[in-house]
């Protein structure tokens, strides 16, 4: 999942935040003038310094959804809005600024993680919403800001509604969940940067090693829910953990491919949509991942 990155500013809301843009109406259209003036009203009244944004707000950015932010618009999560707060967590690094690049490294690694523990199906998520966060820049930094956001964004357009939808989930839901996102963050968070095999045969196997703990971990999630689908999926889960370990334990580069091929077939997510139909998950494959089991 792409994540791109907004950054924080020194400066909280300021007198730019009044942009109230309500003058310059003529008498010919009074009543369209007078709803005009209530909605940019409406919208300074709304407006809030993007260093109070809190875990669970749904808001608009003013300007783009990328860049240097000063001031977000609050609103109801009922309402029409581009993005939500579905993680939050603190930076520690001591005194010195690490720089941007390495706040968007520590951002990248966790909020990933965050947002999962707020909404954890990615699957139900609004189409075309992605996932941003707002860091501290080295100015606010200077001032203590330490804060990370982490955002889901619509890229264009909005979405309604709130993404919390971790309180709603079954006990049998979330322990599908958990045990499914675990292992596609095993397959990305250690993925070589080398793209062949045979140039970082160590890294691929140690990939491989983390996705067969992760398949083991889930498939032992799966045995106490009930179910016919999540049962063949189970088996096939099972399957796929073997084909990983002849993977992470190959000798060589060809060793390797020939497990791997069957390995990364085994957790195609369609395999798995029967199952989440049965336990009542969303079953659209995002367009993503479905690209990427497209070959």
Known sequence: MAIRAPY??????????????????GCSDV??????????????????????????????PNGKAEGTAYAV????CDEAHEGQVVGEFAIDEGKEYPGDDEVATIADNRCPVEAQKYAPDSWALPKGVDLYYYTPTKESWATGDRAVSCTYTAEKGTFKGSLD?????????????????????????????????????AGYKAQAKAVAAALDAHVEGLEGIEGTEV???????????????????????DAFYIAYD??????????????????????????????????
């Open 231 to 253: 049962g063949k999926l189970r088996a096939t889960l099972t399957k796929a953990a073997g084909n990983w370990k002849k993977a992470a334990n190959a000798a060589d580069a």
């Open 165 to 201: 939808t971790v309180k709603s989930l079954k006990p049998e839901q979330v322990a599908y969940l958990e045990g499914s996102n675990a292992v596609y963050e095993a397959l990305w968070a250690n993925q070589p940067e080398k793209e062949t095999v045979e140039d970082d045969l």
């Open 73 to 76: 618009e609050i609103v109801p």
């Open 8 to 25: 924080r500013s020194l400066r909280g809301i300021s007198a730019v935040a009044a942009l109230l843009a309500i003058g310059a109406v």
């Open 262 to 295: 069957p390995a990364f077939t085994g957790i195609d997510p369609n395999k798995s949509v029967a199952a989440r139909k049965e336990l009542g998950l969303a079953t659209t494959v995002p367009a993503d991942e479905a690209e990427v089991w497209a070959g």
């Open 31 to 60: 009543s369209d003038a007078v709803d005009g003036a209530k909605d940019g009203a409406k919208k300074v009244a709304r407006q809030r310094s993007v260093f109070s944004l809190d875990l669970g707000d749904c808001y608009n």
